[in-house]
């Protein structure tokens, strides 16, 4: 038999006294607003698989689509002058732009903002800035597949960008790349 007042005997509140709560820690904002979604595009079929996902989204969360291509263009070992080159990297870009602008016209898709966005370097590090500077709350990539020793030797450019994206990064397997 315990003693009244003993240490392991709960107390109880006085009649009439208001009952203490236990404190509570705030609770965190678990809200996920999905405001721009970064979509990059190589214009591979893996790639392209990725614009009815984003759609989808898009329409969700009533968010903008940034749809980004980026020119792998290297001066190095070049015999051709740094006029031609430069004409040459901006020919690129164009062409990637005037791409990029039919895929969103092929979608007839018109009920939320589209951005283009083409830019120059490796694309991994392009992705990232690129999600950076557009405030990007997601971005959706078509993983690629690689033999082993490809990955092993080059590494994977959707590795690098989940593994260093500043906002959650959704990637998908293409249908192309599915074993049946």
Known sequence: MQEPNAPDTPQQPAAGSPVPSPSKAPEPDLSFRIQRILVPVDFSAASQEALPRAIFFARQFSAQLVLLHVVEFAYLGSELGSTELTGIEAEMQRNAHDQLQALIRQTGETGFPW????????????????????????????????????????????????????????????KSEVAH
């Open 115 to 174: 951005e283009v966005q083409v830019r120059t370097g490796r694309p991994y590090f392009e992705i990232l800035e690129a999600a950076r500077e557009s405030g990007a709350d997601l971005i959706l990539i078509a993983s690629h597949g690689h033999s082993r020793l490809a990955h092993v030797l080059l590494g994977s450019t959707v590795e690098r960008v989940v593994r260093f994206a500043p906002c959650p990064v959704f990637t998908f397997r293409p």
